[in-house]
């Protein structure tokens, strides 16, 4: 079965600054891969995903994650960060094939600070 | 979140009772997914169905039922509630194409007394 780490459990930074936040799965075949965003008492949200083609990919927001298969990793990044990005990010994968379960990391809590 | 309706929103219960979560969605997608999600932990599938009359356990299906009479309804029952059920539940819905992105109602906070 497939996994998901986020090693980032908290993520404190000011307005302005770059945000990196790390994904890796654990899985032998073929995956998509999504990031979702909690806000504070919302539902998750897709924020990006990958399922083929440029290993970058652009998502909603100004962020962007980038798919490194030799690494079986998925970070999702953005170049300066706003107090709204406040939130709770979290890393899915699902396999292309088999059953069609998304696989969730434990989750990153990014504080933003005015 | 228009697509994705649960119900309730908030509930309280004593240990031993039971309850049911309905989640109704209006976007005609084969599958349903029941979550919950605890501190620290991320998102944790408890079951799932692949279409109406279809359900399948997840990873922590202990304790729960579901059923999926009708393709626009998934219900998840507590038979008799723990504290260790304490938790956010969520919904999902997601269509047969797996490379396109699961959609999530708003959550159901539960508490187990």
């Known amino acids: 079965a497939q996994s998901v780490s986020q090693h980032n459990h908290h993520v404190i930074l000011s307005e302005a600054a770059s945000l990196e936040l790390g994904c890796n799965y654990s899985?032998?075949?073929?995956?998509?891969l999504f990031w979702y965003v909690q806000y504070p008492g919302q539902h998750l949200q897709l924020l990006l995903k990958?399922?083929?083609?440029?290993?970058l990919v652009k998502g909603i927001k100004g962020f962007e994650a980038e798919f490194i298969k030799s690494k079986f990793s998925f970070n999702l990044r953005k170049p300066s960060v706003q107090w709204s990005d406040t939130a709770e990010y979290f890393c899915?994968?699902?396999?292309?094939?088999?059953?069609?379960?998304?696989?969730f990391g434990t989750g990153t809590r990014l504080t933003v600070i005015p | 979140n228009a697509g994705v309706t649960q119900t309730p929103k908030f509930r309280v219960l004593k240990t031993g009772q039971s309850m049911t979560l309905l989640c109704a969605q209006d976007?005609?997608?084969?599958?349903m997914y029941w979550y919950r999600q605890d501190p620290g932990m991320g998102l944790r599938l408890i079951h799932y169905?692949?279409?109406?009359?279809?359900?399948a356990k997840g990873e922590v299906p202990d304790g729960y039922n579901v059923s999926r009479l009708k393709k626009q309804n998934f219900l998840l029952g507590l038979e008799s509630a723990a504290p260790s059920q304490t938790s956010v539940y969520f919904c999902?819905?997601?269509?047969?194409?797996?490379?396109?992105?699961?959609?999530f109602g708003d959550g159901t906070r539960l508490s187990i007394l």
């Open positions: 990958y399922f083929s083609g440029d290993p």
């Open positions: 899915a994968v699902n396999a292309q094939t088999g059953a069609n379960n998304l696989f």
């Open positions: 169905s692949v279409g109406e009359g279809t359900t």
């Open positions: 899985y032998g075949g073929t995956v998509n």
């Open positions: 976007m005609n997608h084969e599958y």
């Open positions: 999902a819905i997601g269509p047969t194409v797996r490379n396109q992105p699961q959609h």
